[in-house]
């Protein structure tokens, strides 16, 4: 992926940081700031912050479990691949499964359409591919078997793991049976410029300060534009 492409024919924007605005519907890895993405993930919460007290965020979500996969014995690369798995965050924002599941249903019931969910994951893809892009790595689409496997089991763990420990054991049923992944200390949510700046720390060390900072300079530059 050497260059932008389009979901949808209109421009569809939201402002931007800087106060300009980009479009969503164009998956730019010009654009991606892995910075920007640190930032905005720590201020995203897991569960809809539905916890009491500070909220578990999605940077610490993606920190912990690249940092349980190296625990595991998992390559550098593996463990990349997880620490992004959920960047389109960054522009799209969360989503959680069980909305997207009502207004899938709602959508199917009250109009005929049933492809709502098929859409909200084209649209992940798209940018997932453009983040991974920017981050020298291979798109999901291009990830091989044990890869996919990987992201996606230490997915469904953490987040069993997460609701054990933010709302008890009981919170347990609502998930398979999996192994508790082996973590660097206890699931305690993290304040948000804690956990931007892990993020920030666990992506210097697995994709490199140079291409970071790289990148950082090319979406400012392309942004100017």
């Excluded at 931007?16 to 930032?39: K, Q």
């Excluded at 230490?154 to 992944?181: C, H, V, Y």
Aim: proline share 4%.
């Amino acid at each position: 992926m050497g260059a932008a492409m389009r979901l949808v024919d209109e421009r569809v924007t939201t402002v931007w940081n800087d106060g300009r605005d980009i479009d969503l519907g164009s998956p730019d890895p010009e654009i991606v700031c892995f910075a920007e993405i640190g930032n905005t993930l720590s201020k995203i919460a897991r569960f809809n912050g539905r916890n009491r007290g500070v909220a578990l965020s999605v940077a610490q979500h993606c920190v912990m479990g690249a940092q349980a996969l190296i625990n595991e014995g998992a390559t550098r690369m593996e463990a990349s691949l997880f620490l992004l798995h959920d960047a389109h965050e960054w522009v799209l924002g969360d989503l959680i499964r069980p909305s997207a599941e009502l207004f899938a249903a709602a959508c199917s019931e009250l109009y005929g359409e049933t492809r709502l969910l098929d859409a909200i994951a084209a649209c992940k893809s798209a940018w997932d591919e453009a983040i991974y892009f920017a981050a020298g790595l291979p798109g999901p689409e291009a990830w091989t078997k044990r890869q996919a496997k990987l992201v996606k089991d230490m997915d469904a763990r953490m987040q069993r793991a997460e609701a054990i420990s933010l709302f008890g054991a009981a919170a347990a049923r609502k998930f398979p049976n999996s192994a508790t992944p082996k973590l660097t200390g206890a699931i305690k949510p993290w304040a948000a410029g804690k956990a931007e700046e892990q993020f920030m720390a666990m992506a210097n060390r697995l994709i490199g300060e140079e291409r970071i900072l790289d990148r950082a300079s090319l979406a400012a530059l392309r942004r100017a534009l």
